[in-house]
């Protein structure tokens, strides 16, 4: 901001004009409301305030980003990671029913009594592979993900009941997909069901692109009974195999980004956060900014409740730590010391803030026109 008026910057700042106008005058300057600040008045009234000009403008979760990218290390170590798996589909098609069916198929008995634990994202193993699970509602997930400018799934399965066809959210979830150019893969659920009709549902996907290769198009389509826990491995097979094809890629290596899966404020542990790694390891003790709070990684448990020192690619992890609750969607980026993640995360946060008090006043005074 090059220049602002002194109304302007009392609004940015949630503050009254009279207030500013006021500070001025202390200052040794007499201002209306509608008088221009340069640069350097504007900097002293919010350093009064305790706000940062710079970081007031762009509070934007791409920083964070941008400090990841340009803190690339090195290039050359790029190695296979998992793929994020999420699953959409028309209300009561099967989701839940998928997830819990792929879940316990893939659970060995050793960590059967650790299952529990519900960090809101799982991984399983498959000839040797990992996948890992979001266990948000898909929807949920690529709304406020993208809200905030996070991709964090690689493949999202669509979840279709061959009893009930291509209904009006099947058709959102598409359109969801394609939007985050994410590839889709058709579960055909139901199959036990002796209504189910699976050329049905082929014939109306098709309608939406969706053309199996059967029928000379690149969808594929896997017949599943998530109650029965029928036709899962043909499933988890296809999604190592259009991984495979993706080529997806982190770097161990490096200090670790990623995104928050859901965090919340827990009575004896503070703020409990689920991140998934997205690149890079993150280790218990690193230094780290999660959206607008900050803090150093505490304890660590996985899926399945235990306790680890790391986390790698593609690995959903429970972080304690935090100075407050982040939000889903939120970018986490680890940083070198503990100094740094501590100024920016306490920049970010009263810019945030202020940003807020903005928005609520702009919401009063809209208010306010509307009854008058
Ligand atoms: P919402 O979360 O409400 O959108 O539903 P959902 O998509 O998660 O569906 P859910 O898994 O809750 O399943 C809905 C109903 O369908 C439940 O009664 C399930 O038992 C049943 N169901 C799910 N999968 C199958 C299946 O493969 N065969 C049969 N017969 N029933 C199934
Ligand atoms: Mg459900």
């Known amino acids: 901001t090059e220049s602002l008026s002194v109304g302007e910057l009392a609004k940015k700042l949630g503050r009254e004009p009279s207030e500013i106008i006021k500070k001025l005058f202390m200052l040794g300057v007499m201002a209306t409301i509608n008088q221009e600040l340069d640069k350097d008045a504007i900097e002293l009234i919010c350093a009064d305030y305790g706000v940062e000009v710079e970081e007031e403008i762009k509070i934007d979760v791409t920083d964070l980003e941008v400090y990841f990218e340009q803190n690339e290390e090195d290039g050359a170590d790029l190695s296979e ?117 699976p050329d049905r549902v082929m014939q109306e996907l ?102 680890v020192k790391e986390a790698g690619p593609s690995t959903p992890v429970e972080i304690t730590g935090l100075n407050d609750v982040p939000q889903a969607g939120d970018r986490f980026v680890v940083f070198e010391d503990e100094k740094t993640a501590r100024q920016i995360g306490e920049s970010r946060s009263s810019a945030a803030a202020v940003e807020n008090r903005t928005e609520k006043s702009r919401v009063t005074l809209d208010n306010l026109f509307e009854q008058m």
């Open 81 to 197: 990671r998992p793929p994020v798996v999420t699953i959409m589909g028309h209300v009561d098609h099967g989701k839940t029913t998928l997830l819990d069916s792929i879940r316990q198929t893939k659970v060995t008995e050793g960590e059967a009594g650790g299952i529990t634990q519900h960090i809101g994202a799982y991984q399983v193993v498959d000839n040797g592979k990992k996948i890992t699970f979001l266990d948000t509602p898909g929807h949920a997930a690529f709304t406020t993900m993208r809200a905030r400018g996070a991709k964090v799934t690689d493949l999202t399965i669509l979840v279709v009941a061959a009893d009930d066809g291509v209904m009006p959210q099947t058709v959102e979830a598409i359109n969801h997909a394609k939007a985050a150019e994410v590839p889709i893969i058709v579960a055909v659920n139901k199959m036990d069901k002796p209504t189910a009709n």
């Open 206 to 307: 098709t309608e939406h692109g969706l053309v199996p290769e059967d029928w000379g198009g690149d969808t594929i389509f896997v017949p599943v009974s998530a109650l029965k826990g029928e036709g899962i491995d043909t499933l988890l097979e296809m999604i190592l195999l259009v991984a495979e094809v993706a080529e997806l890629k982190a770097n161990p290596k490096r200090r670790a980004m990623g995104s928050v899966i859901e965090a919340q404020l827990d009575k004896g542990r503070g703020s409990v956060a689920t991140l998934l790694v997205q690149d890079g390891t993150l280790h218990i003790g690193d230094p780290i900014v999660v959206g607008n709070t900050f803090g150093r990684v505490r304890a660590m448990v996985n899926d399945i409740g235990r306790r």
